[in-house]
T-cell receptor, first 114, second 112 residues
Framework: SAVISQKPSRDICQRGTSLTIQCQVD?????MFWYRQQPGQSLTLIAT?????????ESGFVIDKFPISRPNLTFSTLTVSNMSPEDSSIYLC???????????FGDGTRLSIL | DAKTTQPPSMDCAEGRAANLPCNHS???????VYWYRQIHSQGPQYIIH???NNETNEMASLIITEDRKSSTLILPHATLRDTAVYYC?????????????FGGGTRVLVKP
């Protein structure tokens, strides 16, 4: 399966600031996804990162708060904008290939907002 | 995607088989059953998936009932490193496009 690297692995940020999280894959993949895992909770899909077009956001998530880029088939970024303590979560990138293989996940970015 | 129901937690003895149940009574004919696990501080790890036949790989076995309304993940010889939250997910396995909807999962504790 693909090797997925996320940067940073963790960060502590001040409220009102923004942070961009990177997801790099070692091979070309068709689909890239961003999930959020709030403390003690399960994973929730934020959006699907589409190459060359705007990301597809799930209900409750908006582009102004979570802008996403995907410039090519191996890289995507998620920005958490104007952060508040409620944004303290683990943010995870996952990828899938075109040949029906299961999604695979990075180890996530643990974000704390003070 | 069909909803799944799993027990919130279970304990297993090291070296014994761990049997993790999952109910998915509203599963559709074209939906697969996927199992992932999440070890503390890591991203979810894919374990196995199946449609209607039983499946086995180096990590686990997946037993799906004939009516497909439930399934069981079997870890044949549980080790302490198998302590994790296990997620049962059903979804259509179309060309990599479908999202995964995670429920609460089963928190498995393997004890010495």
């Amino acid at each position: 399966s693909a090797v997925i690297s996320q940067k940073p692995s963790r960060d502590i940020c001040q409220r009102g600031t923004s942070l961009t999280i990177q997801c790099q894959v070692d091979s070309q993949v068709t689909m890239m996804f961003w999930y959020r895992q709030q403390p003690g909770q399960s994973l929730t899909l934020i959006a699907t990162a589409n190459q060359g077009s705007e990301a597809t956001y799930e209900s409750g998530f908006v582009i102004d708060k979570f802008p996403i880029s995907r410039p090519n088939l191996t890289f995507s970024t998620l920005t958490v904008s104007n952060m508040s303590p409620e944004d303290s979560s683990i943010y995870l990138c996952s990828v899938a290939t075109v040949d029906n293989q299961p999604q695979h996940f990075g180890d996530g970015t643990r974000l704390s907002i003070l | 995607d069909a909803k799944t129901t799993q027990p919130p937690s279970m304990d297993c003895a090291e070296g014994r088989a761990a049997n993790l149940p999952c109910n998915h009574s509203t599963i559709s004919g074209n939906e697969y059953v996927y199992w992932y696990r999440q070890i503390h501080s890591q991203g979810p790890q894919y374990i196995i998936h199946g449609l209607k036949n039983n499946e086995t790989n180096e990590m686990a076995s997946l037993i799906i009932t004939e009516d497909r309304k439930s399934s069981t993940l079997i870890l044949p010889h549980a080790t302490l490193r198998d302590t994790a939250v296990y997620y049962c997910i059903v979804r259509v396995a179309s060309a990599a496009g479908n999202k995964l909807t995670f429920g609460g999962g089963t928190r498995v504790l393997v004890k010495p």
